[in-house]
Each structure stands twice: as structure tokens, then as C-alpha cells.
């Protein structure tokens, strides 16, 4: 697991929930339960929620806190909070004498239901937070068994690696190495329905796309996504329409190489050259749009 994973002097626990980012999104097909074949390539980016443990012997609760977690109410750290149906999860697995409750406090730093797996980077985290903290150490392959349960981008967010995810989100393979890049993240604000957006998909199934040796800069992986597409794209602007204005003033910034929708949207993504451009035409798109989140940084 390449996951940040931290212990602070008060014995707090803290792992990092990066956000995924789909670089080109493939729906390929569709299984006979309705849900969807894909194609995609996953990278994750510098921002993301934070989920911290506090080990206690009171029962396992959670907190939502940061700019999305207050927003969200109380009523979003129940039991049907996907962290605490990872933990539930998790503790099946073993003797369970490492288990214990306490306090797990979700950062929450990333727009919910905006197509960047907020919820699925937080149970992954949780998965792997826990498993270190109750000692359960069950492997990457439980993991992922377990993270399939819960969700169909939960295995991806496990890995938190650049990835090619195929299947509904459990196959998954090796990709080459990314070449250093900046990406700008920008949502308006309105949460889009996934399912709404499958169904108004329309038209042929996309290929497989041809995944290259290798990406040898920036400009090649450029060249390689400017053939492949999001398959959602479409449908999502069609659901929201002013999607279609927040790619057209990404891609207008300076140094902007590519501007994309991620998942089912609505959040869409910017390549630039370097981080450091990434953060400078984030600054401009927030200071043009007070009522839209934007974050410009690097690649995990
Ligand atoms: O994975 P998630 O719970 O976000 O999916 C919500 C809905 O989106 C599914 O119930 C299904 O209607 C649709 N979906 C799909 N194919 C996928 C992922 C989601 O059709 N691969």
C-alpha cells in the first residue's frame, strides 16, 4: 500500500482519501444487472479527504468535519456512512480481538457525488486505516475483496496508485508511469445523479482503448488522451448543463493541455505542465466563480 499513513503525539491515526480522478473514462458494455462495462485510466490527485481514528473504548462512531462535512449534517455519519461499512467490513475479518471503537473524524475536503469517489477514497482509507490500527493486517487481497463489497470504485481508491480499472471497477492492471503534470479540479456545485447519467447514455459502446509502453512526457499522455473520451461527458451535460462552461474556462487558462469530466461528473479536470501552473489557473477560475470549488496541485 503506498497510502500516507501517519500516528500524531495525541495517538491519533490519520490516513489520506485522495480524490480519483478518471483521465479518460470507456463505457464498453452492459452486464445484464444494468450496470456498466468500463474502461478507464485512474490517477489521484494531491487533494482528498482526511479520516483520523482515535481508539477508545466507547462503540465506533464517526464525525464529519471540513467544508463538505459540515454541509452534510449529522444524519451522513450513520451506519450507512460508507467508512462505517467499511469498518463493520473489516471487523468480520480474523479473531477480531483487535478491534476496538472510539472516534473516527472524516475531513470532508472533496464536493460528495461530483464524480471524483470522494465516498469510495474514504471507505478505502478507512479500510486501510483500520486494518493497521485493530492489527488485523489482512492483506491486499481481502481488501480488495471486501472494498468490491462495498462499492464499484472502492477497489481503485484501495490502490491509490495510477491504475487501468476495467469490469464495474474490480479488474484491475498495471499502467506505465505518469509523467509529471499539474491538474486544476472544478465543480459548480450541483451534485449529479450517476444513475440518471448512465441512462441517458446513448449510442454504440466505446472500445477498449490501446494503452502504450509508455508515456515518455507530458505531451505524449496529451497526444494519447485526445483519442480516448469520457463516455459520460454527454449525458452529464446534458443533466447539468453548465458542466459544458466549466470545461470551456478550464480550457481556456493559460497552459492548459486537456479539460475532461471525471466519472459521472460533475467535477472536470485540467492537465497542465507543472503543478505549480495548476495552482496559478486555479487561483483565476475561483477568483472568477465565488460559488465553485477549485483546487489546482499535483499528482499523488
Ligand atoms: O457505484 P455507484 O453506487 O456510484 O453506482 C450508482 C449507480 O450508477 C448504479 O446503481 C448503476 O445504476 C450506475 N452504474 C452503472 N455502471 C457502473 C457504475 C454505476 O450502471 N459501472
Redesign the pocket.
Known amino acids: 500500500m503506498t497510502q500516507a499513513f501517519s500516528t500524531t503525539s495525541d495517538n491519533t491515526l490519520v490516513e489520506a482519501a485522495p480524490a480519483k480522478i478518471n483521465l479518460y473514462l470507456h463505457v464498453t458494455g452492459r452486464r445484464e444487472d ?5 474502461d478507464s485510466l485512474v490517477v489521484f490527485a494531491q487533494a482528498g479527504d482526511v479520516l483520523r481514528y482515535v481508539p477508545g473504548p466507547e462503540p465506533l462512531h464517526l464525525k464529519l468535519t471540513g467544508r463538505f462535512g459540515e454541509t452534510l449534517g449529522e444524519s451522513a455519519a450513520g451506519p450507512d456512512n460508507l467508512v462505517m461499512k467499511a469498518a463493520a467490513a473489516l471487523a468480520t475479518v480474523g479473531d477480531g480481538t483487535g478491534v476496538q471503537g472510539g472516534c473516527l473524524v472524516l475531513e470532508k475536503n472533496l464536493p460528495v457525488a461530483s464524480g471524483i469517489g470522494g465516498g469510495s477514497a474514504d471507505a478505502a482509507a478507512a479500510l486501510r486505516l483500520l486494518d493497521r490500527a485493530w492489527g488485523i493486517n489482512a492483506g491486499q487481497q481481502t481488501l480488495l475483496t471486501l472494498a468490491e463489497r462495498l ?3 472502492v477497489p481503485v481508491c484501495v490502490l491509490g496508485h495510477a491504475i487501468r480499472m476495467e469490469g ?2 474490480e479488474v484491475l492492471s498495471p499502467v506505465p508511469a505518469l509523467p509529471e503534470c499539474g491538474m486544476v479540479l472544478v465543480n459548480c456545485g450541483q451534485a449529479v445523479s ?2 440518471e447519467v ?1 441512462r441517458r447514455r446513448q449510442g454504440a459502446f466505446a472500445n477498449r482503448a490501446t494503452i502504450p509502453a509508455g508515456w515518455p512526457d507530458v505531451q505524449a499522455l496529451i497526444a494519447f488522451l485526445q483519442e480516448q473520451t469520457n463516455s459520460l461527458e454527454d449525458p452529464a451535460c446534458d443533466v447539468c448543463p453548465v458542466v459544458s462552461k466549466v470545461l470551456a474556462d478550464i480550457a481556456g487558462q493559460d497552459d492548459c493541455l486537456l479539460s475532461r469530466m471525471s466519472g ?1 461528473g460533475a467535477t472536470c479536470f485540467g492537465l497542465f505542465p507543472t503543478a505549480e501552473s495548476a495552482r496559478q489557473a486555479a487561483e483565476r477560475l475561483a477568483d472568477a466563480h465565488d460559488a465553485w470549488w477549485v483546487w489546482g496541485g499535483g499528482l499523488k
Not at 34 to 38: F, I, T
Open positions: 444494468g450496470y456498466h462495462l468500463l462499492g464499484a470504485d464495474i471497477g450517476t444513475p448512465f459521472s
